[in-house]
């Protein structure tokens, strides 16, 4: 048992089964490289093409932890690339391929499949392919690495510059206000919880935002912690401080309609699991996303100050200390 | 509890200081490529050098599974990183980089220090650098993913050709042998019983034996799943089979002490975790490894046949049929 099989004979194989790409073959050789040897060999071989970087993240899932026991498999396959995948967002680069290390109680056929087709519906979106992993048995757990590349430099969390302005993409707080009622009968949800919950279940990856802002951008990092928490991980690396507006923070229709606004800011100041973009971008930059800005993509929420710390900042122009703790403890 | 967190404030920068390693930023470039930015922002992003082909490999460990609980976490250190080297040993790569997925019960200072003292004693032999990771809450589970580069074509399972010999590295079956004795009080050990525990414990990926193979084997795997589940592979995806005899197959003094011949056999041909190479070679190649041969480094066990299938040859020459699920099923 203490050896180094991890599951039975045939198993590997009818799991294998769940994760050959339907098409994968297709397009293999993109201006990103060329996929050499994917699933099947000791590692997977591939080519990055010349003057591009290869950026890599790896992010795990645990049943209990970052998920209820019972979650669909589907909401799984997404969930568990969607927030790597957002990790290459954050720093503007080029999806291109994964890895999964697949850590499962039993061999499972329908939550195999279910989970192959939620990883392989957002995969296929980003043209993304499956190159290698790992099946191994017990307590669910999903690693999934994720592979970018990039022609020119990476956003970062260390060039904020006081002065630049703040900015996040969508509405905040939508998953973590879905977080409130996750345990009741999905047949007894609203239209707003609903909406909610879809957000919590399939973040969608800020990819080509992340793509527009190269160049542009100072800084940028994907919201997982909360934008306190996360916009004060641009601070401490870029050596400055920022103030928030909470009103100008974007609320969703749906949050707004299912919770008070305390709550709801709450929500959208410290909750991490939508995987919007928060980012820094110097004032005479905005003309260059002013159409997304008119859209409501992205919304100017504060600004960068030489003075390390976070602030809360009222519509009357005061500044309030916070922490990147959290919203409420400093009230 | 069900959100992005996966450390309580301030857990993160204890874990992650066990995890700076020394001396790491002294050489960030190397003929493999640069390493361009590291642990601290949402991907690592590395160079790869102009002509390079990038491998990758990513495994688990699971406690209770792979491993027994309460095992030394200086012992997990290395044999997580061991593992993984090991595939790109059977490539024939050169080791560079590696990103680690830590689940952890819980913040155990004592177990993190170990663990990376494993892990990094093993790491600085190959002159490799953490560039990222995960750290998340949950039951004790290892996922580490391995980069290495390589100039020339990689080693792959599916190159052997009829009439190739079959010759594999070190000694097979210590670990296996290990696994027998795993429970009994460390101090009631005698020579033997040490000797194999280590093999079990710091298994050595065959790094420069992988890379003297480049432009010499057919066919190379590490042996993870034992010898003849292995070579299974290899005739698998070579379209051949092969005949190991049995007598030729090398044991170490250790095993041959502690276990009647029968059961060392079956550890060897059956037990994966000493992490050994497999690997196949035309006859007029062996002259380019002969000093290894006679050393004993490596040892000619077998041929590849064009007739698919395993067989067990008797020192008569008479072959009986096997399976790769192991030895014994046809005895």
């Known amino acids: 048992m203490f050896g180094s099989s991890p599951a039975g004979p045939g198993e590997f194989e009818l799991i294998e089964q769940y994760f050959r790409q339907p098409g994968a073959a297709a397009a293999l050789e993109s201006e990103q490289g060329a996929i050499l040897l994917g699933i099947g060999d000791d590692c997977a071989v591939v080519d990055v093409a010349a003057g591009r970087k290869l950026l890599m993240s790896i992010d795990t899932l645990v049943e209990g932890v970052h998920f209820l026991p019972g979650t669909e498999p589907d909401v799984l396959g997404w969930r568990s690339l969607a927030v790597n995948i957002s990790d290459l967002a954050a720093m503007g680069a080029d999806p291109w391929c994964f890895t999964l290390a697949l850590t499962l109680p039993r061999t499972d056929t329908h939550w195999l499949r279910e989970y192959s087709q939620g990883l392989f519906r957002l995969a296929k979106r980003f043209g993304m392919h499956l190159i290698g992993g ?198």
Chains 1, 2 share one sequence.
């Open 134 to 331: 790992d099946t191994t048995r017990g307590p669910l757990t999903l690693t999934l690495q994720v592979q970018g590349t990039l022609a020119g430099a990476p956003l970062t969390r260390s060039g904020a510059k006081p002065g630049d302005l703040v900015l996040v993409s969508g509405t905040l707080g939508d998953a973590a206000a879905a977080l409130r009622f996750l345990d009741l009968p999905r047949e007894a949800y609203n239209d707003a919880q609903q909406y909610l919950r879809r957000r919590y279940e399939y973040p969608e990856p800020r990819v080509a935002i992340g793509q527009k802002l190269r160049g542009l951008a100072t800084a940028a990092i994907d919201i997982s912690d909360g934008l306190l928490a996360d916009l004060g991980h641009i601070c401490e690396r870029s050596g400055v401080g920022a103030w928030i507006a909470p009103a100008q923070v974007p609320l969703s229709a749906a949050i707004r309609a299912e919770l008070p606004r305390d709550d709801a800011l709450q929500c959208a100041l410290e909750g991490g699991d939508d995987y919007e973009l928060c980012f820094t971008l110097p004032p005479d930059k905005l003309r260059h996303i002013q159409n997304w800005v008119e859209e409501g993509l992205v919304t100017l929420v504060g600004e960068i100050t030489s003075e390390p710390g976070l602030w809360l900042r009222d519509p009357s122009g005061q500044l309030q200390v916070t922490s990147s703790r959290g919203y409420r403890h400093f009230e």
